[in-house]
C-alpha cells in the first residue's frame, strides 16, 4: 500500500457540552476510498469539517503528504486539494448551475468582467465529467434535492487533486445514480484521489470501499476491511447486537383511506423539471405501509407534493378519494383537515426551522390543534417536547438545542416528530430515512408499525429498495409519472428495479 496522504491524529472538538470529536486519529491514502460508519450525532460531519477547515479542533494534528498544515477557512483546504461534498448542500438557490459551480473562482475576460461563455461550456464539460446530464443555465432553487446532489458532486470534483470527502453522497439518489456515481469514484480513485465516503446504507460499503473505520460517541470502535460482513458492522455502529430491522408485516387492514384511479395533476403553467402525476392508480388502507419505487424524475415526490396541496397551482383529473368520499386535495390546508400529514425529503426547505429549538419545532406543529388560542402551558409543551425526543430518540436528548446544531439524522428525526404529533390519519413520507442511521432507523420503521397498528395509512417513496422490500406491504412502481406496476412486500429489489426503470438486467 501507498504512504498516506492525509493523517489525522488526536483531533478534539467540544461544542459547549457536547464532546463531539474525543482524540480522533484517522488517515488515508492515495485512491483509496475509506469508508467512515457512524450512528447519528456520532461525529462524522465534525471530523470532515475540521479536515475541510471549517471547523478549526481545538486539540490535534493534520498532515498532508506527511507535512503538517492547519487550515483556517475551507479556501485554504481547497487550496491543499481537499474539496467537499457537505451532508447539507452548500449550493445557493437562487443562481443557477454554472454560477454555482464557478462561485468564488469566477473566469474573467481581460479588462471585460465575466467570461460567462467559457464558464458555461466549462460548466456542461465539468457536469459530464460527473456523468450528469442537466442543462447549466437552469437555476438550482428549481432542481429537485437529488439534481442539486449531482450538482454539489460535480462542483466537488473539480477541485478535488488530493483528497474529496463525500456526506452521504448517496442519500438523495436513486439506485442507478448511485450506481452511476460509484462509477464517478472510481475513475477518481484511478487518478490517485483519495476518497472520505460516509454513508448511512451499508449495503454500498462493500462495493465501493477499500476499508471501513467505524466511529461512535466521538471516538475510532472500529477498523475493517470493507468486506466485513454487514452483522459485524451494524454491531460495531450500534453497540449492540442487532437482529431485527424491519417489523413483522400488516396483519389486518383496516378501512381504505386513500384512492387514486387513473389520476393525475396538471399544473396551471408548465414547471421546467416538475414531473406531473399522469395517470396513477392506487389505493391505501388504514393499517398498511404501501411503496413508491421508481428513479429519480418518476414523479414520486410530484405525487406526494401534489396529494398534500404543496404542488404548483394546478388541477386533479381522474379520481382522488381519501375515505371512501372524493377529495379536492388543492391546498395544504384542505390535506391536512382530511388528515393527511406530509414528510418532505427536504428538510431544510420545508420540515423544520433550523434556528429553533427542537422544543418550539415540535410544539409549533401541534400548537393550533391544542390550542385554538394559540397557547399552551409550559408543562403541556415541555410533555410534548419531551415524549417526541424519547419516541424518536433524538440526540442529545435536549428540547432547547437548536434544530441546526443537531446531526443530519437526528434533524430528520425532529422533522417526523413533529409530523406525527398532528396524529394524521394518513401519513405521506418522502425519503423517510435519508441520513438516518441504521439503529434509528429501526426506531422508526417500528413506530411506524406501532401507528399503523392503530390505523394510520403510510405512502412512502424511498429510493431505497432494501427499505421499500422490507418495510411495504405493498410496492407501486413508477415512471414518468404513472404507476406501471404493483408489488408485494418482500418482493426480489431485482424485479422491482426492473420495472421502475423499465431496463432489464441492470444490477441491483
Ligand atoms: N455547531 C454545532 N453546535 C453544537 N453542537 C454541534 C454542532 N455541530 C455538531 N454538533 C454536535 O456534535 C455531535 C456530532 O455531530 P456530527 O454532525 O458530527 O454527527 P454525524 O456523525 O455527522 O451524524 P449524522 O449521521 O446524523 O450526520 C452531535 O451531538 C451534534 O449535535
Ligand atoms: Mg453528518
Redesign the pocket.
Known sequence: MTEPILEMRGIEKR??G?H?LRGVDFDLREGEVHALL??????????MNVLAGVIPPERGEIRVKGKVVQFASPREAQASGIATIY?ELDLVPGLDITANLFLGHELMRPFAGLDNRRMEREARARMAAAGVDIDVRRKIGDLSIGQRQLVAIAKALSYATRVLIMD?PTAALSAAEAERLFGVVRAMCARGVGIVY?S?RLEEVPRVADRVTV?RD?RIVGDEPASAPQARLVNLLVGRPFDQLFPPRAAALGPELLRLERAGFTPAAERAGWQAPRDVSLTVHGGEIVGLAGVMGAGRTELLSALYGAGPPGRWHGSVSVAGRPARLQSIGAARRAGLAFVTDDRRGSGVILRHSVGRNVVMSILRRISPAGFMSPAAEDEATRRSIRNFDI??PRGD?LVG??????QQKVVFAKELLREPKLLLLDEPTR?V?VGAKGEIYQRLRALTGQGLGVLVASSELPELVGLCDRIVAMRQGCSVAEFPGGIDEKVLLESATGIAGEAA
Open positions: 461544542f459547549g457536547v463531539a457512524g450512528e447519528n450525532g456520532a461525529g462524522k460531519s465534525t471530523l451532508q452521504e460516509i448511512h466511529m466521538g440526540r442529545p438545542v446544531n443537531l446531526s443530519g439524522g437526528n441520513g442511521d
